[in-house]
């Protein structure tokens, strides 16, 4: 029996290795080719680590690749990240924390049917918003913009924290929002010292899940910005789709790495924060 155990132990063991070895592949392939030269590309395989590791790949992508007709790297597109997604990611989680607390905590009449509608947005193509973003965008003079960008995130990711908040904060019994009631406490006072605090598990989740969200995002970063304004999404694509003489695969690695990382780190050292919020909440009404 114990010999039994130890099989299938090591069989699954092994089965989790080959999985994980499959998945890394790609991460692994795009790591050594950004660290190679580009005769050693042409000469070995994608699979041959690198005989001289060079970071000239980084540094081109980072400074002074061609994205368009522009030379100047991904730099200026990755700080253009940094400033839509800190103030994006903060606002639509405070507003979701917000509804969130409304929603489930102090119900009015037609409460159901608003937390119905912001939940159709959850489902809600974006590709649908395009023309009327726009439209909106351009009264309120912020197409073209950072800030725009940063507009049109929040209103779309409202719909989503406001659902995480919502299903967590069901779970929190009312009695407590009572007490503290009769304590005298108010709207803002019970939502401070008391939920707020509480919120921990699922304020990671959102952050994790916001942040994720607003810098892979693609289609927003092409249709409402251009220019200074483009995020690292659409400066990947511009320097992969540049033509030159000589296609620089480590280049492109060490861009789309650069693209990455920090949604990769963000990954690596909170991940586990991820999964404890979603566990938290996974069953909240």
Not at 102 to 109: A, T
Not at 121 to 128: I, L, W
Not at 194 to 200: D, E, G, K, R, V
Request: net charge positive; hydrophobic share 55%; charged share 10%.
């Amino acid at each position: 029996m114990a010999n039994t155990d130890r099989i299938w132990r090591f069989a699954l063991y092994g089965a989790l290795l080959f999985a994980a070895a499959y998945y890394l592949l790609p991460l692994y392939v795009m790591v050594t080719t950004s660290v190679k030269s580009v005769e050693e590309i042409r000469a070995g395989n994608l699979l041959s680590m690198p005989m001289a590791v060079t970071l000239d790949a980084w540094s081109k992508a980072w400074s002074t690749a061609c994205t368009g007709v522009s030379c100047n790297g991904l730099s200026g597109y990755f700080w253009n990240s940094v400033q839509m997604v800190i103030p994006a990611v903060a606002i639509s989680t405070m507003l979701g924390a917000i509804n969130g607390y409304v929603l489930s905590k102090w119900r009015f009449w037609g409460s159901e049917v608003v937390f119905a509608m912001i939940l159709f947005g959850v489902f809600m193509p974006f590709q649908v918003l395009l023309l009327p973003m726009a439209q909106t965008l351009g009264m309120f003079g912020l197409a073209n913009t950072t800030a725009g960008l940063v507009f049109v995130h929040v209103v779309c990711g409202t719909a989503s924290t406001t659902l995480f908040f919502r299903n967590y904060y069901v779970g929190i019994p009312d009695e407590l929002i009572k007490a503290a009631r009769l304590d005298g406490a108010g709207f803002w006072r019970i939502f401070w010292r008391i939920i707020l605090p509480m919120s921990t598990p699922i304020i990671m989740v959102t952050l994790i899940w916001q942040f994720t969200q607003i810098w892979n995002d693609f289609l927003f970063g092409v249709v409402f910005a251009s220019g200074d304004a483009q995020p690292i999404t659409v400066g990947l694509n511009n320097l992969a789709n540049t033509s030159t003489s000589v296609k620089e695969y480590n280049v492109d690695m060490a861009a789309a790495l650069i693209a990455a990382l920090p949604t990769i780190l963000v990954y690596v050292f909170a991940g586990k924060y991820f999964v404890r919020g979603l566990t938290a909440g996974a069953v909240k009404g």
